[in-house]
């Protein structure tokens, strides 16, 4: 049996040739700072440059290929077709379906050809020798895409000054082999998290870019002090400035990154600076009360396992994880969590504690008030389950307000570790659901407006999203696509629509004749959000089928449907209510239910009462007054199969996600009273609660 050779690419880098010979399995690493292959040796894991943080599945894939079987539970997928040595060929594909960071496998006969691992934002993979045309590599010969042709040299760690004299640590890293006199466009990456963290973006060095990683203010090596998205807008600005004034830089910056990571490109916008000329804007929370760190208007208390993990100079993930989050959640007064719940102050939590509501405090992190400044090409990744999802949608709706050219939005099936599974909590999204281009994306991204390369990247499709149900991809002009138009959906009941068992129906016109229903909400028992806190993920495609037997919750739902119907947008809820208390919690949520009675979120909104005119300037209520609220929904695609039916719950509780609401209309953070509310949602006549819902097919509720 003659030997087998195969490349390992790390997001189109070649990072090591293996020899399959037998039982044997050798490998040459490359060096990645010369891009000189080594010396051929026995295969011993780790072997640098290769490590366990970037790749991970490699072993499984190098024993998948040396036993020549792909796991039990590879489903094939489909035929793919392509060119080998002057020879067409067709090779099976293979997907891992259930999972985080899937390994995939193409299958020629009895023999595997490659594997592939999805890492979010970049992709390993394993391939023989000359089959590269009918795997992800075969996007990476784009002609006009740029070359892996330079090595990663170190230059050092800066401690770069900021405008008040503090220092931030920050490395260099640019391409090996260059002259004194050349320039290159940098990639910026500035985490909370550990500079050395963002080691999967040093890539970017290989294909011509400076990359530099920062330490923000008061982590890791930085000095000063750690206050979350307070300092960013003037660190990014400063950093921008000094990165443009190196001797090796070109005067042009791209940002990338993920979550906080992409919150300081916002905030790094907001500052105007020349400099930044693309931004790559991953699950990016939106401005303070909006979003991250609150939601609508509330702490989420889904964010104080990240806040425990922050709370020292170095992230600590695995200190999120605990058995007893509920407990801890239950400490009252809110202020004093960190104090009794894990014995231990949290400055930074202390100080959201005193600015509840929007202040000068806050407005120092809203990017929003200097919108005006921000014009930048912007890609967007999101998913429909993302945590800080808002914020993908606060500053898309911002830059499509301001009428902001190349602006690219790719939202998929995902929660905020976005791309790393096809299903969530036992949903299916099948093989589309993770997809291999993203590092390719980026790349032409970087290419067209950090190095003016002619690539055709303005002038594709501004949005592709994913839906749900139909676990399909589609591009459109504009989000919501074009094709879409609101469909009323009104509540209706005689009286008891409380539980799934109740009679509360959606109608598709309205009722005429009047009702009301009633639930009592106890905050010492509100209703559940389905969310585990230590998975910090904190909106997800639950059941909410026994959540839906609460007598405090109200149930609307459709007859079966005829056909199937597609929402694509962003929902909302009109409804008509009032509480005997000053203040209390709405919550609007929309499930897919299928035929077993199983009640799958797809989207929901939250409104504490006090915030419906305003975040700056609360408004307590009058008890007893009939108040029309407007309730936003996160964005969805999702085709309600027919069968399914369409279900709207309402309730105050959503425990988890946001602290209960005691209903007595004081400052939550050292509130310990409470106040049970009898709440009542009206509809019919003159006061038509009601869900509008962006439906993609116009006539499919006549």
């Not at 020292?312 to 009794?340: G, N």
């Not at 929309?590 to 929901?604: F, H, K, P």
């Not at 007595?664 to 009601?690: C, E, M, N, W, Y």
Request: net charge negative; glycine share 8%; aromatic share 10%.
């Amino acid at each position: 049996m003659s030997d087998r050779i195969f490349l390992y690419y790390r997001a189109g880098v070649p990072v090591a040739r293996f020899r399959f010979s037998g039982e044997s399995i050798r490998c040459t690493p490359r060096d990645m700072t010369t891009m000189a292959y080594g010396e051929e040796q026995d295969f011993i894991w780790p072997m640098p440059p290769l490590s366990p943080e970037l790749d991970r599945r490699l072993p499984e894939a190098v024993r998948c290929i040396q036993q020549g079987a792909v796991p039990e539970e590879a489903e094939y997928v489909r035929d793919v077709s392509g060119v080998v040595a002057g020879v067409s060929v067709t090779a099976g594909l293979f997907i891992q379906p259930r999972g985080k960071n899937p390994l995939d496998f193409l299958c020629c006969g009895e023999k595997i050809v490659a594997c592939i691992d999805n890492e979010r934002n970049y992709l390993g993979l394993l391939v023989e020798e000359g089959w590269e045309e009918l795997t992800p590599q075969g996007d990476m010969a784009d002609p006009i895409l740029s070359r892996p042709e330079w090595g990663i040299d170190f230059s050092g760690t800066e401690m770069v000054p900021m405008r008040d004299g503090i220092r931030l640590a920050t490395d260099v890293y640019l391409p090996a082999g260059r002259t004194t006199e050349q320039k290159f466009p940098t990639v910026l990456i500035r985490t909370c998290y550990n500079k050395f963290s963002t080691a999967q973006f040093f890539t970017f060095v290989h294909y011509g870019y400076a990359v530099v990683a920062q330490d923000t203010r008061g982590r890791e090596l930085s000095e000063g002090v750690w206050q979350p998205i307070i300092n960013e807008r003037e660190d990014g600005d400063d950093t921008l400035n000094w990165i443009a004034a190196q001797p090796w830089s070109d005067g042009s910056v791209g940002m990338i990154g993920a979550s906080y990571l992409a919150i300081v490109q916002w905030q790094a916008a907001a500052s105007g600076n020349p400099h930044l000329k693309a931004i790559i804007s991953m699950v990016t929370g939106g401005v303070p009360l909006f979003d991250f760190p609150h939601r609508s208007g509330v702490l989420s208390p889904g964010t104080i396992a990240w806040v425990v993990s922050m709370r020292k100079r170095s992230f600590a993930p695995d200190d999120m994880e605990r058995t007893d989050w509920e407990q801890v959640l239950k400490t009252r007064p809110i202020r004093q969590i960190p104090a009794q719940g894990i014995g231990e102050e949290i400055p930074f939590w202390n100080e959201w504690m005193d600015h509840e509501y929007y202040d000068g405090y806050w407005h120092r992190a809203n990017f929003l008030a200097h919108q005006q400044r921000i014009n930048v090409p912007a890609m967007y990744i999101s998913g429909w389950y993302d945590d800080v999802g808002p914020g993908s949608m606060q500053v898309w709706d911002m830059n499509k307000r301001n009428a902001r050219a190349n602006q690219k939005l790719i939202c998929g099936a995902w929660q905020h570790k976005m791309n790393v599974s096809r299903d969530i909590h036992g949903n299916d999204y099948g093989p589309e659901a993770v997809r291999y281009d993203m590092f390719f994306r980026y790349l032409r991204w970087y290419d067209h407006f950090l190095k003016g390369v002619e690539n055709g990247v303005e002038r594709e499709a501004p949005v592709e999203y994913f839906t749900i149900g139909e676990n399909r991809w589609h591009t459109a002009n504009t989000w919501p696509p074009e094709k879409v138009s609101d469909r009323e959906l009104y509540l209706s009941s005689r009286g008891s629509a409380n539980t799934s068992g109740g009679d509360g129906r959606l109608l598709p016109a309205p009722p005429k004749e009047t009702g009301e229903d009633h639930y009592v909400y106890d905050p010492m028992d509100p209703a559940p959000f389905l969310i585990d806190i230590s998975e910090n993920e904190c909106l997800v495609p639950e059941n909410y089928r026994e959540v839906e037997r609460r007598s405090d919750v109200l149930v609307y739902t459709t007859g079966p449907l005829e056909r199937s119907v597609t929402i694509s947008g962003e929902p909302v809820a009109i409804l008509y209510a009032a509480t005997d208390a000053r203040d209390t919690d709405w919550v609007v949520r929309i499930t897919d239910v299928d035929g077993d009675g199983n009640a799958i979120r797809m989207c929901d909104g939250i409104l504490r009462a006090r915030f419906r005119k305003s975040f700056i300037e609360p408004s307590l209520l009058l008890p007893g007054e009939v108040v029309r609220y407007k309730i936003p929904m996160t964005w969805i695609s999702n085709r309600f199969a027919a069968g399914h039916r369409i279900r709207v719950e309402i309730t105050s509780g959503a425990d988890n996600s946001v602290f209960p609401n005691s209903n007595t209309g004081h400052p939550i953070a050292d509130d310990l009273s409470v106040q049970i509310a009898k709440q009542t949602v009206f509809h019919g006549g003159r006061r038509q609660s009601r869900v509008i819902l962006p439906v993609v097919e116009s006539d499919a509720f006549s």
